[in-house]
């Protein structure tokens, strides 16, 4: 039965409570709603609009209602109630009777809901956290494990100048560390408590808010009951910060898929995560990672979704916002299990080392230190640029490396070369002399690693 029949003569039409409901889509709020439930009857309890026996009887019955779902969650769907709220009093009233039906004294769906939807992104909020921490993991692991296998670097994806592997897996442990550090501050700021603030004016019993913030494990209370009831920033603000991790996850599954062609042959995923072409034997395909990159498209997609249905939206509640929540949780499920999906990935994967290392020695990746090898001997560089160009063009014409040219080659581009050009042009010069914060020399490597280690153990 609805909660609001009193005021109405017809019948609503099957059609409208199809369309209405969100019981189908808001069961997952359950647990949120009977720990919002617990905590109003106390409050209403503690303004002596209930007895404390019956608020004693009222929380029993509903940790009750708890451990009925538990023993059997088809229950909730079954009941046909028009939303998760519906079914808690629902399920109340039938327990204690008259007693369930003043449960909702001093109480909206408007703050009941999102206050529920709150208490619902704080706790898959901490999960997400632990899930991020174990890419996290996972990336250093494999960073320390392969900070010294040489690969391409690209820009344009044109090999550009020779990395490690190690090197590239720190540069997602600095995305995953932002994702971090963004979903704490979105959790941070979600941190209030709307319950108290009725429909849209405030309760109008003298309930402590600061206290049913606390008893919910909120830092406070909200502030405005019209902002309360009609605040949808923190399913924005998880959902922008998915969409950025997800954005990094997509990138990380991009490189991964281009390491991995027959083209690049660096790597090698395990058969775990990959899956076979129902007509070419030979295929093995990078299927968890081109989800990964897949899904990102539809956490996007949310992500507009919400901040397109909020938009117009006047003061305060209006049924449009209980398309908050489909996108939501389709959110956060695609991040947690493409997350999952990342660590496996990352734990089964294979270097091919000699592959990684040909292909960066190939390609010209020693072109800049040839330049400013010219630079060292005096040269502007503007001009060391040009001379290198030229050195290039005739290298690329003979099919040869530029250190595979004689001296006597090389000193007719520019009579300043000399022997010690050679030592400059290999591949361990190339990443020795990036010894710098941030740069791809080994020891910066290891001590970026170390570092990240060190800071894991503080927190
Ligand atoms: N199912 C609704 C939602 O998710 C609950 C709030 C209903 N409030 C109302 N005034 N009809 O938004």
Not at 219 to 236: F, G, K, Q
Not at 415 to 432: H, K
Request: charged share 20%; with cysteine; glycine share 6%.
């Amino acid at each position: 039965m609805a909660l609001w029949g009193g005021r109405f003569q017809g019948e609503t039409s099957a059609l409208f409570k199809l369309f209405n409901d969100s019981l189908p889509v808001d069961y997952r709020l359950f647990e949120q709603d009977v720990l919002g439930s617990i905590a109003w009857a106390d409050a209403i309890a503690s303004v002596g609009i209930i007895s404390a026996s019956e608020c004693t009887d009222l929380k029993a019955a509903l940790n009750e209602l708890l451990v009925d779902v538990q023993g059997d969650p088809a229950m909730i769907l079954a009941s046909g109630a028009e939303d998760i709220h519906s079914f808690v009093e629902s399920a109340l009233i039938a327990k204690v009777g008259n007693l369930g039906k003043k449960l909702h004294t001093g109480r909206s769906r408007n703050d009941q809901v999102a206050t529920d939807l709150k208490l619902w992104c704080q706790s898959e909020g901490r999960a997400l956290l632990e899930r991020l921490q174990c890419l996290h993991s996972a990336l250093l692991a494999l960073a320390e494990r392969e900070f010294d296998a040489v690969m391409p670097g690209y820009t344009h994806l044109q090999r550009a100048q020779p990395v490690t592997f190690g090197h590239w897996c720190l540069a997602y442990v600095e995305m995953i560390e932002r994702d971090i550090s963004r979903l704490n501050d979105a959790l941070r700021r979600a941190n209030t408590c709307p319950l108290g603030s009725g429909a849209l004016a405030g309760t109008a019993y003298p309930i402590d808010r600061h206290a049913l913030a606390a008893a919910l494990n909120f830092a406070a209370p909200t502030l405005n009951s019209l902002d309360s009831v009609s605040d949808r920033d923190h399913v924005i603000e998880l959902c922008s910060t998915a969409s950025i991790s997800m954005m990094h996850l997509s990138r990380m599954a991009e490189d991964l898929i281009f390491f991995n062609t027959g083209e690049a042959q660096f790597i090698s995923l395990s058969d775990a995560v990959t899956s076979g072409s129902s007509l070419m034997p030979q295929k093995k395909n990078p299927d968890a990672l081109e989800l990964i990159r897949g899904k990102t498209g539809r956490v996007y997609g949310s992500l507009v979704g919400i901040l397109t249905t909020m938009k117009a939206l006047p003061l305060a509640y209006n049924k449009d916002m209980q398309e908050d929540k489909e996108g939501l949780f389709d959110v956060v499920d695609s991040w947690a299990i493409c997350l999952d999906m990342a660590v496996l990935v990352l734990s089964g994967l294979n270097i091919n080392r000699p592959n990684a290392l040909a292909a960066a020695q190939q390609g010209y990746a020693n072109a800049t230190e040839l330049a400013d090898y010219l630079v060292a001997k005096g040269m502007p560089f503007r001009e060391a640029h040009h001379v290198v160009g030229e050195v290039v063009v005739a290298a690329i014409e003979k099919q040869i490396a530029l250190e595979d040219f004689s001296l006597e080659e090389l000193s007719a581009f520019a009579a300043i070369i000399e022997e010690d050009v050679y030592p400059n042009l290999t591949l361990e010069a190339c990443l020795g002399k990036r010894d710098v914060l941030g740069g791809t020399a080994l020891r910066q490597i290891q001590q970026a690693i170390a570092a990240k280690k060190a800071q894991r153990n503080v927190r």
